[in-house]
């Protein structure tokens, strides 16, 4: 069975090398560079310790420097796993989820066909080419010098010229003894609708050649040279050669230039590519005239892990870069990804080089967002989050673009990435509300006491509770600086929210060692008179059992075990509600419940004073609890008065 050579290019450029390969082999990473495809490890043709086995997944070919075995995808399943040259391709084939073409005994005539047409595309490269030198090319002359594109540019990407005559590539083909249909077949002419003799596709353009991989022409790109066009660019119409869903212009210099380590960078069409390639960006594509297709994203994701879209920051742009999000979000793998440059207003790649220089094109690329920044900005600018039915309304849709992931594990990160995008924006309309409207909602708000605008409560924020267990932990050890090396460990741990009290803290463990009265001068000077006084007076803190008895050492143990037991309950609750909470993007399940119930019962527990009642009692006669230790005390004093009373 023959397999029509365009299937064999599409399974090689959907297929992975270095992942087909890697199946067999363990990479020797300080050798390889997996960022330029370029991969080394043990032969497994042969026995070797040395990584002398190279594989250049750019390319898609291996070669081994010590048994000289090489060749590609196919030659390495059918030598290690010892098939035939149909079934190597149809695993291969599998895997990249193509169907394998149906038996066709005419193959190799059709590839011949295919040949011819090639070599009729590349007649018409010569005649634009004449052309654009010629006198009728003068004026597209003149507007290439006008975008700065020279000589050896216009030789490099083979820019020519289509003149303005209905029938000039017709009769110079036909005169060449093209065929007909072979000119008809590949797109560069049409058939009449008035029975007349046929038309050139292209009039009075500018042309640019659009190859393949493997450099052979299949297609053209011509820009009208008449700004009253109906078209400004057209492409080559789908043809046995050109398929534009499963083309990038200048995907081979590209790939090429990526293997060596530049960016690659996917424009919005030719005159951007070649811009961005003469200044010095050559890793360079652009679909053609469409959207970015899923076959276009994989082309792109064998060349690079992460291709840079740049793309006009204007309105067009922006939809052009949501449609590539839709897109991409369904295929997305762990190191396969997008990032995304918006240019500024107005602005194409050539535009900006131009005026600001290939620096200012190489900062953007540099600052390129990350794909889930682009995700959240469509779904949130412009819009306002006021209502519960709003963000519910924002939530359902971030949840159904997420879950179109396939990656586990990289859909769990999305949802981290947008709750915390999510919070943020949540949290700032609600500081805005809260000083706004919600404050007028029902009446005017009575005038605060002045004791109430003075408490630690009003005036602390949300975090007011950690606040206050500080204060009461620093204030006991002032009152009981012999106890701080006891707590040394834990005090070195406790994060202070409050700048003071972080001083305060330092201050204690670097002078644990004085006396108190050098300690408490310390603290002063650290801190202030004025502010540790503060500190010792504030109402919550100056209720503290242990600061209405200064001099009870157990008291103030008791004190600060028991706040910093309450600190670390707080902590591990906040910690638990981050990892098990249901995730807004995700299912949840009984496990995750049962994890925020033990978190929750450990700080309830916590927030029990250490201090309770931890005495056993008895039920007495009259259903009093009696305290089973006094009770046995009472018996056994009865029990000495009993043998002790004199006798008469």
């Not at 059918?78 to 040259?85: K, L, Q």
């Not at 793998?333 to 602005?347: D, I, Q, Y």
């Not at 419940?593 to 019962?601: F, G, K, M, P, V």
């Amino acid at each position: 069975m023959s397999l029509p050579p365009n299937f064999l290019d599409e399974l090689r450029t959907r297929t992975s090398l270095s992942q087909v390969v890697g199946r067999k082999v363990l990479w020797d990473t300080r050798k390889s560079n997996q960022a330029k495809g370029d991969m080394w490890a043990p032969c497994p043709f042969h026995q070797e310790k040395s990584a002398s086995f190279h594989v250049d997944d750019r390319k898609g070919y291996y070669y081994c420097f010590g048994c000289h075995a090489k060749g590609d995808a196919i030659s390495f399943v059918r030598e290690t796993e010892n098939v035939g040259f149909m079934e190597a391709v149809e695993i291969l084939a599998t895997e990249a989820g193509m169907h394998m073409p149906a038996r066709d005994p005419k193959a190799q005539e059709k590839a011949d066909h295919r040949t011819k047409l090639v070599e009729v595309m590349e007649q018409a490269v010569r005649f634009y080419r004449l052309q654009l030198r010629s006198g009728a090319g003068s004026e597209a002359r003149d507007y290439l010098s006008r975008r700065g594109l020279d000589d050896a540019t216009q030789d490099r990407f083979t820019i020519g010229f289509a003149p303005s005559g209905w029938q000039t590539l017709w009769d110079h083909l036909t005169g060449q003894g093209v065929a007909p249909e072979q000119i008809l077949e590949t797109g560069l002419a049409k058939p009449s609708q008035k029975g007349g003799k046929p038309y050139d596709t292209f009039r009075n353009r500018i042309m640019f050649p659009i190859r393949d991989a493997r450099d052979r022409t299949i297609a053209f790109g011509g820009r009208a040279m008449d700004p009253n066009d109906n078209a400004k660019y057209l492409n080559s119409p789908e043809t046995p050669l050109f398929d534009k869903s499963r083309t990038l212009y200048n995907q081979g210099p590209a790939r090429e230039a990526a293997g060596k380590g530049q960016p690659l960078v996917v424009a919005e069409g030719y005159m951007d590519v070649i811009a961005l390639s003469s200044a010095g960006f050559e890793a360079a594509v652009a679909p053609l005239g469409t959207a970015v297709t899923d076959v276009q994203l994989q082309m792109l994701w064998r060349i690079t892990d992460e291709p840079i879209m740049a793309l006009d920051g204007d309105k067009a742009g922006l939809n052009a870069a949501y449609r590539v999000i839709d897109t991409a979000l369904p295929l997305l793998e762990a190191g396969k990804s997008l990032r995304f440059v918006l240019l500024p207003e107005g602005k194409d790649p050539d535009d900006l080089i131009r005026s600001e220089g290939r620096d200012a094109m190489r900062s953007l690329l540099a600052s390129a967002q990350p794909m889930v920044q682009l995700l959240w900005r469509r779904e949130t600018e412009g819009r306002v989050f006021d209502s519960p039915e709003r963000k519910a309304a924002l939530d359902k849709t971030l949840r159904e673009k997420i879950r179109t992931i396939q990656d586990p594990s990289l859909r769990s990160h999305y949802g981290e990435e947008i709750k915390q995008l999510r919070w943020e924006l949540f949290r700032g309309s609600s500081k805005a509300t809260t000083s706004g409207t919600r404050s007028r909602g029902f009446g005017q708000p009575q005038k605060p006491s002045e004791g109430a605008r003075a408490s630690v409560l009003v005036s602390g924020g949300k975090d007011v509770e950690v606040r206050l267990r500080e204060a009461v932990i620093l204030a006991a050890l002032i009152t009981a600086p012999d106890l701080i090396p006891e707590f040394e460990t834990q005090l070195e741990a406790m994060v202070c929210v409050d700048q003071d009290h972080a001083a305060l803290r330092d201050s204690l463990l670097r002078n644990a060692a004085l006396g108190a009265e050098d300690i408490r001068a310390a603290a002063d000077a650290s801190v202030g008179t004025d502010a540790l006084e503060m500190l010792c007076r504030t109402r919550h803190v100056a209720i503290t059992p242990c600061l209405r008895k200064p001099g009870d050492r157990e008291l103030a143990r008791q004190t600060i075990t028991e706040e910093f037991a309450k600190l670390e309950a707080g902590n591990g609750l906040d910690a638990e509600i981050a990892e098990a909470a249901e995730d807004l993007y995700g299912a949840a399940d009984e496990t995750l419940t049962w994890r925020l119930s033990q978190a929750a019962q450990a700080r309830q527990s916590a927030q029990r004073a250490q201090s309770e009642d931890k005495t056993e009692y008895d039920l007495g006669p009259n259903g009093a609890p009696i305290s089973r230790e006094e009770r046995s005390a009472f018996a056994a004093l009865m029990e000495t008065i009993r043998f002790d009373k004199p006798r008469r």
